[in-house]
């Protein structure tokens, strides 16, 4: 008997690393938080593993200097890397070079392990008329991506449920509390499907375009949790180690295992394997199982 371990994947790939992006209070932090299960600050590192004084970043920060290829680690979560891509959201043009160029080197670096292997993309909705900026437009329409997928995260989302409210107020008195549910759902997905967003993401004369896109809400709340973008990442990921490696982090989502399992006797539904080959490309999505070998 052996048990699938995902430890040979981490020592071959080292860890699981996303640029994180977007505007100034789109909620980054919180979702990283939440995604490593803690409310602590990241440590950061230099390209040289040099812990570096957090006092001193924030204060390079301010003065509107910032290095995208400083990482973030959450102690509570080590196989996570992340990059922050703050600065070229206000308008830097040198931060959009250097964001850019960052990106193209990381989307196709040598060696698996120093690659992006994810981007979050992270869009507001507590401004629904202004959810794709100039900084939105630049991104999508410029960068090149490679193979990495991004993930748009539309973040707040909650923030449409009272302006749903207020637009259909009067319509609401007298209604049944789960009628009144009902009709502020169905607001709130008009008022998202008028900023065209969705529209504007999927152009197809984008150079980047999001592999798939979340909605996240109430992230201030502590029975919240980023499951969805976590989920949906893992589908997005076209290598199949590099999704086994973020599957470990997540390893007792079942409904995941389950998902990952099927994407998988789908993806191979063509090919010609045997019993054992199959039985295994199954098992490994159940890392707490055991398998004969």
């Known amino acids: 008997m052996a048990t699938i371990e995902a430890q040979d994947l981490r020592e071959r790939i080292g860890r699981f690393r996303v640029l994180i992006m977007g505007r100034a209070n789109a909620g980054k932090t919180t979702i990283l938080q939440k995604v490593c299960n803690t409310t602590d600050q990241p440590e950061i590192y230099d390209t040289k593993g040099n812990k570096i004084d957090t006092t001193i970043v924030n204060s390079s920060i301010k003065r509107g200097n910032h290095d995208i290829t400083n990482e973030m680690v959450f102690k509570s979560s080590p196989d996570f890397v992340f990059h922050d891509s703050r600065g070229f959201e206000a308008g830097s043009e040198e931060e959009f070079e250097s964001m850019k160029k960052f990106i193209s080197e990381r989307a196709h670096a040598t060696k698996l392990e120093d690659r992006i292997h994810a981007i979050w993309y992270c869009i507001p909705m507590d401004d629904h008329w202004r959810t794709f900026q100039r900084s939105e437009e630049k991104f999508f329409q410029e ?25 259909i107020k009067k319509q ?122």
Request: proline letters at 3%; glycine letters at 4%.
């Open 143 to 167: 960068c090149e991506t490679g193979h990495v997928p991004v993930i748009a995260v539309f973040t707040k989302f909650e923030a449409l449920r009272p302006v749903a409210y207020g637009e």
């Open 172 to 293: 609401l008195q007298g209604v049944s509390g789960e009628e009144r549910s009902k009709r502020i759902a169905e607001r709130v997905e008009e008022l998202f499907a008028k900023t065209g967003v969705l529209d504007r993401l999927y152009n197809p004369e984008n150079r980047a375009r999001p592999k798939s896109h979340v909605r996240l809400q109430n992230m201030n709340k502590t029975n919240t949790n980023c499951d969805t973008l976590l989920e949906s990442t893992t589908l997005a990921l076209d290598n199949e180690e590099l999704r086994l490696c973020l599957f470990s982090t997540q390893k007792s989502n079942m409904e995941l295992c389950i998902k990952c399992a099927i994407a998988t006797t789908v993806d191979r539904a063509h090919k010609q394997i045997d019993d054992k080959s199959c039985q295994y490309s199954i098992a490994k999505w159940f890392p707490h199982l055991k398998v004969r070998t």
